[in-house]
């Protein structure tokens, strides 16, 4: 690709395979029975790229808003917030403290969280959510701001959940355009996981009581 040197593509594969991992670990491929069926595989969040979706809003919505507070210029929010993950996952390497050995080969261009067995990547989380890191070796903007690592957790908790569960899995092709031209393709799998039928424009809707109120004229 032009205009993109060796040391950006490098950076966009570290990127993608630590938020791979991070959706991976929060809702993997499982199983579901279905009537009729039985037992099948679900795929999970990284199957349906919701990777792509949390770095898609970590890049265009938080990262400005993140900016303009701190009047930051030329900080990367996705290689600081991976390098967040990696500080994590690195301090709870050095404890002693994970489960299962680590494994390089599954996110190859990953760094200590990619490396992580899925559980160990959910207790690393849980070590920063507990700053129980350095904060003064983390990159700006988490660099000695214990608020704003403790919001990212819980923003990095949630953003899987609202790609999975929401309507942008369908988007298929036009799931990176922007949101006016983005077009749902077919219907999304967390919809039918957790049976809803879709948008409806003929639904009822109870918006309250009727409110009779008697104005008072003012006299002068």
Same mark, same amino acid.
């Given at each position: =690709?032009? %205009?993109? +040197?060796?040391?950006?593509?490098?950076? /966009?594969? !570290? $990127?993608?395979? *630590?938020?791979?991992?991070?959706?991976?670990?929060? $809702?993997? *491929?499982?199983?579901?029975?279905?009537? !009729?069926?039985?037992?099948?595989?679900?795929?999970?969040?990284?199957?349906?790229?919701?990777?792509? !979706? #949390?770095?898609?809003? &970590?890049?265009?919505?938080?990262?400005?808003?993140?900016?303009?507070?701190? /009047?930051?210029?030329?900080?990367? =929010?996705?290689?600081?917030?991976?390098?967040?993950?990696?500080?994590?996952?690195?301090? &709870?390497?050095?404890?002693?403290?994970? &489960? @299962?050995?680590? /494994? #390089?080969?599954?996110?190859?261009?990953?760094?200590?969280? +990619?490396?992580?067995?899925?559980?160990?990547?959910?207790?690393?989380?849980?070590? $920063?959510?507990?700053?129980?890191?350095?904060?003064?070796?983390?990159?700006?903007?988490?660099?000695?701001?214990?608020?704003?690592?403790?919001? =990212?957790?819980? #923003?990095?908790?949630?953003?899987? =959940?609202? %790609?999975?569960?929401?309507?942008?899995?369908?988007?298929? *092709? *036009?799931?990176?355009?922007?949101?006016?031209?983005?077009?749902?393709?077919?219907?999304?799998? %967390?919809?039918?996981?957790?049976? @809803?039928?879709?948008?409806?424009?003929? !639904?009822?809707?109870?918006?309250?009581?009727?409110?009779?109120?008697?104005?008072?004229?003012?006299?002068?």
């Amino acid at each position: =690709m032009l %205009g993109i +040197s060796e040391g950006e593509r490098s950076l /966009n594969r !570290y $990127i993608k395979s *630590t938020f791979q991992a991070l959706v991976h670990a929060i $809702i993997p *491929t499982h199983l579901k029975y279905k009537e !009729y069926i039985g037992t099948v595989h679900v795929a999970g969040a990284q199957e349906l790229h919701v990777y792509e !979706y #949390v770095i898609w809003i &970590l890049d265009h919505s938080i990262s400005l808003q993140v900016k303009e507070q701190l /009047n930051l210029v030329n900080s990367s =929010m996705l290689k600081s917030t991976a390098e967040l993950l990696d500080a994590g996952a690195a301090q &709870l390497i050095q404890k002693g403290q994970i &489960l @299962y050995p680590l /494994n #390089v080969t599954a996110y190859p261009n990953g760094g200590p969280f +990619s490396a992580l067995s899925p559980i160990d990547r959910l207790r690393a989380i849980t070590l $920063i959510e507990r700053l129980e890191i350095n904060l003064k070796n983390l990159s700006i903007p988490y660099k000695n701001n214990p608020g704003l690592v403790r919001n =990212m957790m819980d #923003v990095l908790n949630e953003l899987p =959940m609202f %790609g999975y569960y929401s309507e942008w899995t369908a988007y298929g *092709t *036009t799931r990176l355009f922007s949101p006016e031209y983005r077009r749902v393709e077919y219907f999304p799998l %967390g919809w039918e996981l957790t049976q @809803y039928p879709g948008p409806s424009f003929g !639904y009822r809707d109870f918006r309250g009581f009727l409110a009779i109120i008697q104005h008072k004229k003012v006299v002068d």
